[in-house]
């Protein structure tokens, strides 16, 4: 197996493998869709929609995993085809957008076109670290802050001319940009070391942040990049790999390295906007109007920093509490500390699950219907876990299927 992942409504699981790629039902399991026409590194679905994109993993220039394919299964047909300069490393959709994730480019499409709208340049992204929000209105999407190296144009500036309130971008920061308005609209101050993973709420209000660490989860609100929750994976280091949040906004799943897969409970402050948790009252208001976009730097990243050279405002973006201004474009907004939610001891996990084998990659899914935990396996297994939503604790096993055919293995890819 190369690729497996859910759609956006955790209803359907695509895969790729050495041969093609297949579709399978979650509840009730079942394949409901197989191709056999080269191998497929990325597989991504659109919902439940017959659009697919596909991404190939061969040297063939059928399946370069330069060749970006949008297909329609239920006509059987090919929509379009884009070859890029490089390897794709990931496909993101959203009923209005279609993002390309290269090592040091993001690429926006209008879907419904095939338009392309915009290109973010990026620092070198070798793990495809971005996340796009499930929701075309907002649409957001996440990545994390370039970190100009000390030749580079986007350097700050001399120690003597730079405001000592105002430190240089940092690893775990992540900016949020809006697809609908191609600029970025704010910056999330998520961890001291390089981010590892990020995922958007289906609603687009959410973002959750992890770093190399892999200790704390931590998740904002967007667009104003207030830290509602923070939680701890556990004491020991892990990779992750993935962090999903239910559709309802309230529970949110977590993966990693480990047989542990953690499932932690949000009060639901955050995500309806029914007022501010603990976390986000400490910090002050957003500065951007969520709606109109109107503190947004239009171009994006790179427009942001030409703004700033021409304005001769400091370089460095301010992180403590930073909010980018409606009223001057490029500039910083308030320099305020947020010290009081560091001191704050992460929450634990409400529930857990433990895999029936260690040292897999897993991605995990919570159902949008039922108290249910889904997880799929590098090694091709579908695994479906009950929650107890009253007393947590840990979660009991329900179904195992297998996502591959007999006759196809189960390996991870490298």
């Given at each position: ?230 939680f701890r994976r556990g004491m020991q ?148 876990y009950n929650i107890d939503l009253e ?24």
């Open positions: 197996m190369l690729f497996a992942n859910f759609n956006q409504d955790f209803t359907c699981i695509s895969v790729g493998t050495k041969k093609g790629y297949s579709i399978t039902n979650c509840d009730p399991f079942g394949r409901v869709y197989t191709k056999n026409d080269g191998a497929r590194g990325i597989v991504e679905m659109l919902f439940c929609t017959s659009l697919i994109a596909l991404v190939g993993a061969a040297d063939q220039p059928s399946s370069s995993p330069r060749k970006l394919q949008i297909v329609n299964t239920k006509r059987q047909s090919m929509i379009c085809e884009l070859l890029f300069p490089s390897s794709i490393l990931a496909v993101k959709l959203n009923r209005k957008t279609l993002v390309i994730v290269l090592e040091t480019e993001i690429y926006i499409y209008d879907i419904s076109n095939m338009k392309l709208l915009h290109v973010i340049e990026t620092a070198k992204n070798p793990d495809a670290i971005v996340a796009l929000s499930p929701s075309s209105d907002p649409s957001y999407l996440a990545y994390p802050h370039p970190i100009p190296s000390p030749t580079s144009p986007l350097s700050a500036p001399p120690p003597s001319t730079r405001s000592p309130s105002s430190p240089p971008p940092q690893p775990g920061d992540a900016l949020i940009f809006d697809t609908r308005t191609l600029s970025v609209v704010n910056v999330v101050q998520a961890h001291k070391t390089p981010i590892a993973l990020l995922s958007i709420n289906s609603t687009g209000t959410m973002l959750a942040t992890c770093s190399t660490k892999g200790t704390v989860i931590r998740v904002f609100s967007l667009p104003g990049a207030e830290k509602l929750y923070q280091g892990a990779r992750i790999h993935s962090i999903t949040f239910n559709t309802m906004g309230s529970l949110m799943a977590v993966s990693s390295a480990t047989d542990t897969v953690h499932i932690f409970k949000l009060s639901g402050k955050g995500a309806n906007g029914n007022g501010p948790s603990k976390a986000s009252q400490s910090s002050p208001a957003p500065s951007v109007d969520s709606q109109s976009g109107g503190g947004a730097l239009e171009g994006g990243y790179e427009a942001f920093i030409d703004g700033k050279k021409k304005s001769g405002v400091s370089q460095s973006i301010k992180r403590r509490s930073m909010h980018l201004t409606r009223n001057i474009a490029g500039s910083v907004g308030g320099y305020l500390p947020n010290t009081l939610t560091e001191l704050w001891e992460p929450s634990r996990d409400f529930a857990y699950l433990k895999l029936p084998t260690s040292g897999v990659r897993c991605m995990v899914a919570l159902s949008g219907t039922m108290p249910q935990v889904m997880v799929i396996s590098s090694e091709g297994y579908f695994y479906s007393n947590g604790g840990e979660c009991s096993l329900m179904k195992q299927y297998s996502l591959l055919d007999s006759n196809e293995d189960g390996t991870s890819p490298e």
